[in-house]
């Protein structure tokens, strides 16, 4: 396992020494061996920039809120259009929770968000991997941490819960981020806290990314920490 762990690391690492810098994309692809980029399907959105596809995210949330939803891209032309490729907008690291389903949150559809769900939104090796991909090969320009209201992984980790098979491995992910809160008593206000330090604490992994800091460093990347309330469905920035 420790071998496994310390190839994907190695091979992580590698994206960025090709030419002194990052990796080109269409390289890449080619040595994944697929073509997934197909920027003509989607030039309106590879225009935008990264603080423009932010707040067109907001905006998909504002309009779920008052339920004036426009649903975009959810037909089956749409699905016919990106078939031999996509090029989504923006990627998410969410809770698996049912609760939080990201393009019905932020009224968006087929093709236009790039989303990795665990429990807990732990930002794992794997879950770094995919990112680095959506952001890096498929053009990403807004990288979304989601956490949740009243959410499982962050209570269990604060009670100390003992847990069957490999869910403790959840919890390992999440103690670092709320050592300040693991005893402390779950009421809403101090669960709320755990899962914001955990965002945040998550949004830290992903930076030490160093494909991911690179694309920061060139404004073609924003990373951001967000709270989905639950009772609403509204998503608030953190941090």
Request: hydrophobic share 40%; charged share 20%.
């Amino acid at each position: 396992m420790k071998n496994t762990s310390a190839n994907f690391d190695s091979s992580r690492r590698n994206f960025i020494k090709y030419g002194g810098g990052i990796i080109g994309t269409s390289l890449l692809a080619t040595v994944l061996g697929t073509d997934l980029i197909h920027p003509e399907k989607s030039v309106a959105q590879n225009e935008m920039n990264p603080d423009e596809i932010l707040e067109k995210l907001i905006e998909g949330n504002k309009r779920f809120i008052k339920k004036k939803q426009e649903n975009p891209n959810q037909t089956v032309i749409r699905i016919q259009e990106v078939a031999t490729g996509q090029a989504p907008f923006a990627a998410v690291l969410s809770c698996a929770d049912s609760r939080v389903p990201v393009e019905i949150l932020f009224d968006r559809g087929v093709g236009d968000i790039f989303v990795v769900r665990d429990a807990g939104n732990i930002a794992a090796q794997e879950s770094i991997g995919s990112l680095e991909f959506g952001t890096l090969v498929l053009g990403a320009k807004v990288l979304m941490v989601i956490g949740h209201q009243d959410c499982g992984a962050v209570i269990s980790t604060m009670k100390q819960v003992e847990v069957p098979g490999s869910i403790g491995l959840i919890l390992d992910n999440i103690k670092p981020a709320i050592k300040d809160y693991i005893g402390q008593s779950t009421d809403l206000a101090n669960i709320k806290k755990a899962t914001e330090a955990n965002i945040l604490y998550q949004m830290n992994k992903l930076n030490q990314s160093p494909i991911i800091a690179q694309l920061q460093s060139e404004n073609k990347l924003k990373v951001v920490g967000a709270y989905a309330n639950l009772s609403t469905g509204q998503i608030s920035l953190v941090g």
